[in-house]
C-alpha cells in the first residue's frame, strides 16, 4: 500500500459567503485567534504525516505563497529587538524547500475541477484533499485519524459527521451500509441534496484521501449541484469501482468560510488557547 505524501489544497474559491471581509484578500488568511485558517489546514496535513502540500489557486491568492516563506524584513527586525517568541511564531509557517507546489484554476468551475487541476503534481499515488474554510478541534486531528485508518484499510476513505436533517442541502451526504466502529462503508454520496433527498444526516465535511484514478472519473464528470464539476459526483462513481469508507471522525469542525461558522472558531480556538480561556469565557458570559 502507498503511503500518503501529499495533500491538496483547493484555494481558488472567491469566498463570497464572508464579504466583504475577504474582498482585498485570500478568505485562507481570515484568522482565527492569531494565525489564518490555512495555517491549521496544513499544520493538521503535517500532523498526519504528509509531506508535500499543493496548492490550487486563483488570481489574487499570492499572498498564501508569501505567508509560507520567510518574510525577511519583519523577522530582521524582530531579531534585532530581541522579541524571539514572536520570531519563533512568525517563522513556524515557513516550509521547507521544495515542500509546496502551486497550481492555478483559471475559473471557478467546481471543486471537483479544481482537484483534476492537480493532477500531473499528483501522479499516479493515493493522496489527501483538505479544504481550508474547515479547521478541526479534534486531537489528533482529522487527517491523522484518517490516515491511520488507512495505514490499515487501504481505499478510499472521506471523514463524515452528522449534522442537523435540515442542513444536509449545504453540503456533500453520504449513504452508509455498515457500520465498523467509527469506519462506515456506504452505498453512495450525492452533493446537496434536498432534505426530503438524503440518504441521511453524515455531511462529508472537507477531508478525503483518494486513489489517482479519480482523475481519470473527473475528467468525464459534467456539471452537477451549482452547474459545477462536483468532486462527490466522481466520488460516487469511484465508489462502484473500489472500496471507498466513510469515517466518523472525532472532534468538531468550524466551517469558517461562513461569517457565524467564523466566529464560533474565534472563540472556541480561543477558549483552548489557555493566555485567553479564563477572559474568553467571561465575556462570552457577560455577553
Ligand atoms: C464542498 C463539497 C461538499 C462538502 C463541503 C464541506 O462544498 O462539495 O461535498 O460537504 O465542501 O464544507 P462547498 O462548501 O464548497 O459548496
Known amino acids: 500500500m502507498k503511503p500518503i505524501r501529499k495533500v491538496v489544497i ?20 481570515l484568522p482565527v485567534v492569531d494565525r489564518p485558517l490555512i495555517h491549521y489546514v496544513v499544520e493538521e496535513a503535517f500532523e498526519a504525516g504528509i509531506e508535500h502540500v499543493v496548492f490550487v489557486t486563483g488570481r489574487n491568492k499570492a499572498a498564501i505563497e508569501d505567508y509560507f516563506d ?5 523577522e530582521t527586525s524582530l531579531k534585532e529587538k530581541g522579541k524571539v517568541e514572536i520570531l519563533e511564531d512568525v517563522q513556524s509557517s515557513v516550509f521547507q524547500p521544495g515542500q509546496m507546489s502551486f497550481t492555478r484554476q483559471q475559473a471557478p468551475a467546481g471543486l471537483g475541477h479544481a482537484i483534476w487541476c492537480a493532477r500531473d503534481i499528483i501522479g499516479d499515488e493515493p493522496f489527501a484533499i483538505s479544504l481550508p474554510d474547515v479547521i478541526v478541534r479534534g486531537a489528533p486531528g482529522c487527517l491523522k485519524q484518517m490516515v491511520d485508518q488507512y495505514n490499515q484499510v487501504g481505499g478510499n476513505m472521506i471523514a463524515v459527521e452528522e449534522v442537523p436533517r435540515e442542513e444536509v442541502h449545504k453540503y456533500g451526504v453520504i449513504a452508509p451500509k455498515s457500520t465498523d466502529g467509527r469506519l462506515m462503508e456506504m452505498s453512495g454520496m450525492v452533493e446537496k441534496p434536498a432534505v426530503e433527498d438524503a440518504p441521511s444526516n453524515f455531511s462529508i465535511m472537507g477531508r478525503y484521501i483518494l486513489q489517482p484514478e479519480i482523475f ?72
Not at 12 to 27: I, Y
Not at 226 to 249: C, H, P, R, V
Not at 251 to 258: A, I, K, L, T, V
Open 10 to 29: 483547493p484555494v481558488a474559491g472567491h469566498g463570497t459567503r464572508v464579504l466583504p471581509a475577504t474582498k482585498a484578500f485570500p478568505k485562507e488568511l
Open 216 to 287: 481519470a472519473l473527473l475528467a468525464k464528470t459534467g456539471k452537477g449541484a451549482g452547474g459545477e464539476i462536483q468532486l462527490t459526483d466522481a466520488m460516487a462513481e469511484l465508489l462502484s469501482q473500489q472500496q471507498f469508507f466513510a469515517l466518523n471522525y472525532e472532534g468538531e469542525s468550524h466551517d469558517c468560510g461562513s461569517k457565524l461558522g467564523w466566529m464560533k472558531a474565534n472563540l472556541a480556538f480561543g477558549v483552548d488557547r489557555p493566555e485567553f480561556a479564563a477572559d474568553l469565557k467571561a465575556f462570552a458570559k457577560e455577553l
Open 70 to 74: 520567510h518574510a525577511f524584513e519583519l
